[in-house]
């Protein structure tokens, strides 16, 4: 953690913490490097609601997070080490998109509604980390196409705006590609919903 950042929760331990808590989910090998330290702790403090540490990061708390980073970084892992650290308010389900559109090949147009009003038969909204976003296809329910996870997310949004809902996605992808596989208005919505959190491009397959 960068030295100027003041908080009152002790970073490290929080770490040694996770990553305990990683091998007893992922096995012995789990290790939080070193230089992905930056980007665990702006997540723990998101995660945390550190308001202070989250204004020194220049994170909104209102907004949800978006990860980025090559393949095998390890962003699914870490996002589902976050849950462990969620108050429960503020709990959320981590959902591949792939699963999401399988799930919309069998059920069709409600599984929009799922996804983005909430449960099938339920009005409560629900927090989701979108897994993966990109990896999904266009898919075909009945020879119409539709590009599930664009039209999950612009719900999303309306609901970000009338109810304060929150979104977390992971993706490979940059922006510039999210713009290409879901067009302008996902990209613009995307950006008043999440904090940006990105790895380095160059950061290795750790799979």
């Given at each position: 953690m960068n030295e100027n950042i003041k908080s009152h929760y002790s970073y490290p331990e929080v770490i040694n913490w996770l990553e305990q808590k990683g091998i007893e989910i992922y096995g012995n090998h789990f290790k939080i490097l070193e230089t992905d330290h930056p980007i665990v702790c702006k997540?723990?403090?998101y995660?945390?609601?550190?308001?202070?540490?989250?204004?020194?990061?220049?994170?909104?708390?209102?907004?949800?997070?978006?990860?980025?980073?090559?393949?095998?970084c390890g962003k699914t892992s870490l996002m589902n080490l976050m849950k462990y650290l969620t108050p429960t308010e503020h709990k959320f389900s981590v959902k591949p998109c792939r699963d999401i559109s399988f799930e919309?090949?069998?059920d069709g147009y409600q599984i929009i509604?799922?996804?983005?009003?909430?449960?099938?038969?339920?009005?409560?909204?629900?927090?989701?980390?979108?897994?993966?976003?990109?990896?999904?296809?266009?898919?075909?329910?009945?020879?119409?196409?539709?590009?599930?996870m664009a039209e999950i997310l612009l719900s999303r949004y309306d609901l970000f705006i009338s109810k304060k809902l929150q979104t977390h996605i992971t993706t490979?992808?940059?922006?510039?590609?999210?713009?290409?596989?879901y067009g302008n208005r996902v990209r613009s919505r995307l950006r008043e919903m999440v904090n940006l959190i990105a790895y380095d491009k160059t950061t290795p397959d750790k799979r």
């Amino acid at each position: 953690m960068n030295e100027n950042i003041k908080s009152h929760y002790s970073y490290p331990e929080v770490i040694n913490w996770l990553e305990q808590k990683g091998i007893e989910i992922y096995g012995n090998h789990f290790k939080i490097l070193e230089t992905d330290h930056p980007i665990v702790c702006k997540l723990i403090a998101y995660f945390l609601k550190d308001e202070q540490t989250c204004f020194q990061y220049n994170i909104n708390l209102n907004k949800g997070i978006l990860l980025t980073g090559p393949i095998g970084c390890g962003k699914t892992s870490l996002m589902n080490l976050m849950k462990y650290l969620t108050p429960t308010e503020h709990k959320f389900s981590v959902k591949p998109c792939r699963d999401i559109s399988f799930e919309f090949i069998q059920d069709g147009y409600q599984i929009i509604h799922k996804y983005s009003i909430g449960k099938l038969y339920q009005s409560e909204p629900r927090t989701y980390c979108f897994d993966d976003l990109g990896t999904e296809n266009n898919l075909k329910y009945f020879g119409n196409e539709c590009n599930v996870m664009a039209e999950i997310l612009l719900s999303r949004y309306d609901l970000f705006i009338s109810k304060k809902l929150q979104t977390h996605i992971t993706t490979n992808l940059s922006a510039t590609e999210i713009e290409k596989h879901y067009g302008n208005r996902v990209r613009s919505r995307l950006r008043e919903m999440v904090n940006l959190i990105a790895y380095d491009k160059t950061t290795p397959d750790k799979r």
